[in-house]
């Protein structure tokens, strides 16, 4: 579990420092379109500066008012202990055990096995459990559910994603920006009149294009990634990784999507609330169930 763990912490970092470096090369190109040389130049370093603060500002919407959003949109209604003393005091313990505050609970009207965390920090936390997962699972399956949550919340998993999102708009505003002012002619001289690489500014035109894609597949990596760590602390917590193992099969078993379910909000669930089917696989935010119970399962022996 501990091997697991730090993996997964050193493997998000070094994605992250993917994102910087990417950012950085999209500078680099900008300076030779405009300038026809980068280096030296302060100029690539103000589409740079324009993207952080809008993307900025969209991220800490969401990161002081995601969690009332992501909890309104799936429905999510508060829990009490004279609702479901079962659920409440197994969230008490098991966060007794993690060392975290209780966090809020809540309860989403809906068949499917689903559950998410959101909050920025472990004293603003809520934890959303479907219907579905309180009815269909075993005692030892919610726990392993639970715990998974607990653990993006004392991972500081939902901080970290907001960190990736801003880097993944700087990426998307900042190819934006430079498309549509070449589209209208705006900026620098042209590039027959500049005198740089042709080959390397053929390269960094489809590095642009194709950056809002890779900047993308980059963050998908990096929430697999989290959901991982997720799985392994969550184990740590309940000292039972077949309880996990269990639950994610009955969520694959029966693939049933939530009635209210977001890409917005996708990342948040313990399993991807849409159905997966063929290529959706390769996209989606979550790692195959297969291999997420495999690995608990190799924890277990």
Known sequence: ???????????????VLIFVIIIAAIGYIVGLF??????????????????????LGFTMFS???????????SGAKPLTREQNGYVYNMVEN???TAGTPVPKIYLIEDAA????????????ASIALTRGAVEKLENEELEGVIAHELSHVKNFDIRFM???????????????MFMRSRLFGFGGRRDNDRGGNPVLLIVGLVLIILSPIIAELIKLAISRKREFLADASGSLITRYPEGLARALEKIALENRPLAKASTATAHLFIAS?????GLKNMFSTHPPVEERVKRLREMGR
């Open 63 to 73: 990161y002081f008012q995601g969690d009332k959003v992501a909890l309104w949109s």
């Open 34 to 55: 405009y300038n026809g040389n980068a280096i030296g130049s302060a100029y690539p370093y103000g589409p740079v500066a324009i993207a952080m603060v809008i993307s």
């Open 162 to 176: 907001m960190l990736v999102m801003v880097l993944v708009g700087t990426i998307s505003i900042m190819a934006d």
């Open 1 to 15: 579990m501990y091997k697991d763990i730090t993996a997964n912490k050193r493997n998000s970092v070094l994605l």
């Open 113 to 124: 096995i689903n559950a998410f965390a959101t909050g920025r920090n472990p004293e603003k």
């Open 94 to 96: 098991l966060c007794i």
């Open 273 to 277: 609330p849409f159905s997966a089917k």
